[in-house]
Each structure stands twice: as C-alpha cells, then as structure tokens.
C-alpha cells in the first residue's frame, strides 16, 4: 500500500494528519503478510504436517500467501491463488500459481480460474493438508455455478441487489443457492484431507458464513434466504423455486479469524490515545445505509462532546450500504463523507475520514475520503445534493482535495470511520 501521506494533492493539515497517521499505523499493524506468518510459526501441527497444499482467494490472497510462504518454504508441495485482474504483483511465489478474477462482479475470468484452482491440488488424501486462505473479494473472485444458472443471469441479479441496497448477509444469502462452492460446499471438493482456513474478515460481526460467501462455513440460514428472495425476488426476477439443499458431504474444516475489522480499530484508538487524546470508541459492527450512518455518527458525536466539553477523537468500522441513483462515480465512503457534512451545523468544527480498508471504493480509484469545515469552503450543502443526487461522490471530493488514493491495500476488514471533534 502507498504511504497515504506521501499523496501530494490530498491536504494533511493539523488534526487531519493526525488521523492520517493513525491510520496508516493500524495498516502497518495489520499487514497480512506478518499476520499469516505469525499465525501458522506458533502451530506446530501445521508445520509438521506431511504435505501442505495452499490454497487462497480475495483481495488479500497474495500478501496472504506471501505469509504462508515466509513460515512454511518448500514445505509447500503446490497450490495456487485467485487475485483481482487489476492487482499488480512484483514478487514470485513458491510452488503455486497466480490466477486471475474479476471484482466486483463475477466474470468468466473467476470461474476458469476457480476451475484451475480446484484442479491444480486434486487428487487429495487424508494425508494432506490444504491451508485455505480466504479474504473479502472472494465471493466475486472464487465461483462455480450451478448448472441451472448462467453469468449473466447471476451478474443481473447480484447488480440489481446491490444497487437496490442490498447487504453482505442478503448478497451472500442468494449468492449461496447459485453456488457449488459457496455456503460450505468447497469442503465437498478438499474431502478427505485436512482442511484449515486462515481468514481476514470484511463483515460486521466476523459470521464467517458471509465472509467470501463461506465456502468452509455452515450455509446461510435458510429463513434469510427466504426473507431475501422475498425481498428482492421481484425487483431483481430471483426465482422463487430455488431449493435450499444442505448438499455437504461429511467432512470438517477449521476456520481461524487472523484480522478483523475491530482489530484496526482498536490499533487506530491506541495510536492516538498513546500520543494524549481523548477517544470514543464506537466498535466495529456498525451497519445500515449511509445516509442512517452518517446521521447517526454525527448525532452521537454531538452529545459527546456536550457530555465531556473538549475535543477528542472518534472510531468506528463496519460495513455501510447505498443506493444508486445515476450513473456519477463514487462510492460508499466517499458518500459516507459528503452525508456526514451534510449534517453539520455553521458553528460546528469537524474532521470526519471513510476509508474502505481494500484501498477501493466502489467503482471509484480512491479509498475514500477526509473532510471538514474547509471543505464547505469548497462545497456548498445545495451543491453536494445536486452531486448526490446522482450519486456523483468522488468529483466534488476531488475539488476539496479531500479524496484519499493508495491503490488496492492488499488488506480488506471493510471500512473504518475516523472523527475529531473540536467544537460543537
């Protein structure tokens, strides 16, 4: 990942800076390549296995694999990784071949990739172990579909849920009954060797059934799916007479958590607290639209202040959602920040960051954005509703020099808010 401060058109001023720098520590704290090693140097039985086949899918496959790679060497017998056809990688790695995906949405590339993926560590025995490693991006990236759907057809589907506000639970619920290897199914294709995922996760409240779509996971339940389909079944023509088949042979898997959103987070709060601020921790399971987010962060941030009288630092993640409404380029933290100033007050004095922790927001090139009272300078509240209105958020945020690029971060926990509130 760039160093955010080393970005030359993005204004870094003060507290601003302060922020920041909490952030790009909490990058640095996380980094999946140490995270992995770590993990799989203080498990003997991983390291004294007798063949190790890795496996891995996501946004953070490869800095992932890298870890693997670092702790465990030529023990590594073959295996293979799906990464975003946009990520550019500069180091080899061992035994194991780089595939191509496509995120967002699922394309052709995925499907032969996940093909060759799944081809590539067969046959398996129970003298095998398969280390899968499993990231945000894998629900788009590691796919096979059932029979009786085609790409298109899925690609219209999943696109009409997202631009009508779908979440992750609700995309992954109907993404599971299009799947073969979604909702657990993947163990149908490891059985009978050992199977262990190391997973970074991007969803509120760490269910590992909608990580990636939880190929090693228990399916969804079967009343989500239903209050899905119901839910979207007509605007998005999802048919009603998919079955809902627990189809898994009987074979376990164990799934290990490595970083979450929480741990960013806190990292981020214990950053600034050591340098003397006041901190409000607003946890990592925040959810819901960003306009409801946005107006609920700002709300709290008001009486806090109010409560304690002096300025202090607010932290939060999780994963917000919004709906399209024109063809403008943005995405959701970028619009989490343009909402968020929305809802200030003229006395007010603020700075309020929305970064998604993957490096890409939407179908924007940013990671989000940092705003405050100089951006109204810039921005007038009539003129950042004729943007939002057509969902324009990374054009306004250009001319405040408020939008925050790195290029994808290798790293993917979702997104993480940051405030500083100086005066209410």
């Known amino acids: 990942?760039?160093?955010?401060?080393?970005?030359?058109?993005?204004?870094?001023?003060?507290?601003?800076?302060?922020?920041?720098?909490?952030?790009?520590?909490?990058?640095?704290?996380?980094?999946?390549?140490?995270?992995?090693?770590?993990?799989?140097?203080?498990?003997?039985?991983?390291?004294?296995?007798?063949?190790?086949?890795?496996?891995?899918?996501?946004?953070?496959?490869?800095?992932?694999?890298?870890?693997?790679?670092?702790?465990?060497?030529?023990?590594?017998?073959?295996?293979?990784?799906?990464?975003?056809?946009?990520?550019?990688?500069d180091r080899k790695i061992i035994n194991a071949e780089v595939f191509i995906g496509t995120h967002p949405f699922l394309s052709d590339k995925s499907i032969e990739s996940t093909e060759k993926l799944i081809s590539k560590i067969s046959p398996l025995s129970r003298e095998d172990t398969v280390l899968v490693l499993i990231s945000g991006g894998g629900s788009s990236l590691f796919e096979l579909l059932n029979d009786e759907i085609t790409l298109d057809r899925y690609r219209k589907i999943t696109k009409c849920m997202m631009d009508?506000?779908?979440?992750?639970?609700?995309?992954?619920?109907?993404?599971?009954?299009?799947?073969?290897?979604?909702?657990?199914?993947?163990?149908?294709?490891?059985?009978?060797?050992?199977?262990?995922?190391?997973?970074?996760?991007?969803?509120?409240?760490?269910?590992?059934?909608?990580?990636?779509?939880?190929?090693?996971?228990?399916?969804?339940?079967?009343?989500?799916?239903?209050?899905?389909?119901k839910k979207f079944g007509k605007k998005c023509s999802i048919d009603f007479n998919f079955e809902y088949k627990k189809d898994l042979k009987n074979c376990d898997a164990e799934n290990n958590i490595i970083i979450r959103n929480e741990d960013f987070v806190l990292g981020i709060s214990e950053y600034l607290k050591a340098r003397g601020h006041r901190i409000l921790n607003l946890g990592s399971g925040i959810n819901g639209s960003v306009t409801n987010i946005s107006r609920m962060i700002h709300r709290i941030s008001e009486d806090y202040f109010r409560l304690i009288d002096r300025p202090?630092?607010?932290?939060?993640?999780?994963?917000?959602?919004?709906?399209?409404?024109?063809?403008?380029?943005?995405?959701?933290?970028?619009?989490?920040?343009?909402?968020?100033?929305?809802?200030?007050?003229?006395?007010?004095?603020?700075?309020?960051?929305?970064?998604?922790?993957?490096?890409?927001?939407?179908?924007?090139?940013?990671?989000g954005g940092i705003v405050d009272n100089y951006t109204l300078n810039i921005l007038s509240k009539r003129k950042i509703r004729e943007f939002l209105s057509n969902s324009e958020s990374l054009t306004p945020l250009k001319m405040s020099k408020d939008v925050i690029i790195t290029g994808r971060t290798g790293n993917n926990v979702s997104d993480i808010f940051v405030g500083y509130v100086e005066k209410i």
């Not at 909490?22 to 990058?27: I, R």
């Not at 343009?338 to 970064?355: A, V, W």
Request: net charge positive.
């Open 1 to 89: 990942m760039k160093n955010i401060l080393e970005q030359q058109d993005l204004r870094k001023d003060g507290m601003r800076k302060e922020i920041l720098e909490a952030v790009n520590h909490a990058f640095l704290e996380n980094d999946p390549v140490l995270k992995v090693k770590s993990y799989i140097e203080k498990r003997s039985d991983i390291l004294k296995s007798k063949r190790i086949k890795v496996i891995g899918f996501g946004k953070a496959a490869y800095e992932m694999y890298l870890g693997a790679q670092q702790a465990l060497g030529n023990r590594i017998v073959n295996g293979g990784i799906i990464i975003p056809d946009d990520l550019v990688v």
């Open 164 to 229: 009508n506000g779908a979440d992750i639970q609700e995309l992954n619920a109907v993404r599971y009954l299009f799947s073969k290897v979604k909702g657990g199914k993947l163990k149908n294709f490891l059985c009978p060797a050992r199977i262990i995922s190391l997973i970074i996760s991007d969803v509120p409240g760490d269910d590992i059934r909608f990580i990636a779509s939880g190929p090693l996971s228990d399916p969804p339940d079967e009343r989500l799916i239903s209050k899905t389909v």
């Open 312 to 367: 202090y630092f607010f932290i939060g993640g999780g994963e917000t959602s919004v709906k399209v409404r024109g063809n403008g380029i943005g995405g959701r933290n970028l619009e989490m920040c343009l909402r968020f100033i929305m809802n200030t007050k003229k006395k007010e004095r603020f700075i309020f960051s929305s970064i998604g922790t993957d490096g890409i927001d939407g179908p924007s090139n940013a990671m």
